[in-house]
C-alpha cells in the first residue's frame, strides 16, 4: 500500500496577485455577502448584517447564495460583486 500526500497550495506564482485596498470607513457602503447556502448561515448572517447596519452604518447589505456550496462563486455573482464597495464570504454548516 502506498501513501500519497497532496500539496494543496497554489501551484502558480502568487506574485501576480494583490491585496485589495481597504475601506477607510463602512458607514454609507454596500456590503455583499456570498453565502455557501448551508442552512445555518441564515441565522448568522441575521446577525452579522444587523450588526453591520447597526454598528458601522452600512447603508445596503446584499446577501446572494452560490449555486453549489463547494464551488466557486458563480461568475454573474463575480460580476454583481463589483457593484459593493465589500464583499464577505460565508460560509457554514
Not at 506564482?13 to 453565502?35: C, H, N
Amino acid at each position: 500500500m502506498s501513501l500519497e500526500i497532496l500539496d494543496p497550495t497554489h501551484e502558480g506564482d502568487s506574485g501576480s496577485f494583490a491585496l485589495a485596498s481597504r475601506l477607510s470607513v463602512l458607514e454609507g457602503t454596500t456590503v455583499g455577502i456570498i453565502s455557501n447556502g448551508k442552512k445555518n448561515t441564515i441565522p448568522f448572517f441575521d446577525s452579522f448584517e444587523d450588526e453591520l447596519k447597526t454598528t458601522y452604518g452600512v447603508a445596503e447589505v446584499v446577501r446572494t447564495i452560490k449555486s453549489n456550496y463547494s464551488a466557486p462563486a458563480d461568475a454573474h455573482l463575480v460580476e454583481e460583486a463589483e457593484n459593493w464597495d465589500a464583499v464577505v464570504a460565508g460560509i457554514g454548516d
